[in-house]
C-alpha cells in the first residue's frame, strides 16, 4: 500500500509539473536564465493548443526577458486541432515528435537557423501539404513525415542536401507523388544524395 502511495504521489508531482510557465497560451520550460523551450501542457492530448499558433521570439516573465530558441521534444504532441503555426527566427532545435499526430496542421514553414530536425517531426500529420526546409538545416532524423499522406511537396532551400537516416522518408504511400524543390543547379545533387533520390520529381524553384 505504501509504494503505491508513493507511486502515485510521484505520478501526480510530475503531472502538476508539466510546464515550468505559461505566457499567452503557450507552455515553456527554462533552458538557462536567458532562454526558454516551447513545451507540452500535458504528456496526453494536448487539446490547449488549438487554431494559428505564432510562436514569439521573446517572452517575458516576472520582469526579465527570455529568448525562445527550441521547440522541444513532444511540444505539440496530439495538437489534433493545431491548423497552423508560425515559428520565429530565434529556434534553432526543434525536438523528436515535436508535431506528432496534429492532424489538421497544413503547412509549416521551418525557419532559417534551425539546424537539425529531429525523428518523427512531423509524424502522422495527415492534413500536411507543404513543408519548407531551410539552408540552415543539415540533418533530419528518421520517420520525419511518416504518413504524411497528403504531401504533396518538399521545398529544401540547402544547396547541399540535408544528411537524412535510413527510413527519414517511410511511410508515404508507393503512389504519392511529391514535389521536390530546390535551388537552382542542385537537382543533381539531390537525385544522386541518400534518400533524396528516392523521390520521383525534383525540380528547381
Known sequence: MRKVLILLFLF????AKAY???VDGICYDFTSD????????????NEE????????????NKGKKYRVTAIGENAFFFSYYLESVVIPPSIITIGADAFYKCGNLKNVVIPYGVKELSQGVFGHCGSMKSITIPSSVTTIGDVFIFDCHRLEEII????I??????????GLKSNQKIVV??????VNAYK???GWKDFEIIEET
Do not use: H, L, W
Request: overall charge positive.
Open 20 to 22: 515550468d510557465i505559461n
Open 12 to 15: 501526480v508531482s510530475f503531472m
Open 161 to 170: 542536401p540535408p544528411t537524412v537516416e535510413k527510413e527519414t522518408f517511410r
Open 156 to 159: 529544401c532551400k540547402s544547396r
Open 49 to 60: 493548443y488549438q487554431g494559428n499558433i505564432v510562436i514569439p521570439t521573446y517572452i517575458s
Open 34 to 45: 536567458s532562454t526558454v523551450s516551447v513545451t507540452y501542457y500535458n504528456r496526453g492530448i
Open 192 to 194: 544522386n544524395a541518400e
Open 181 to 186: 524543390k530546390v535551388p537552382k543547379g542542385t
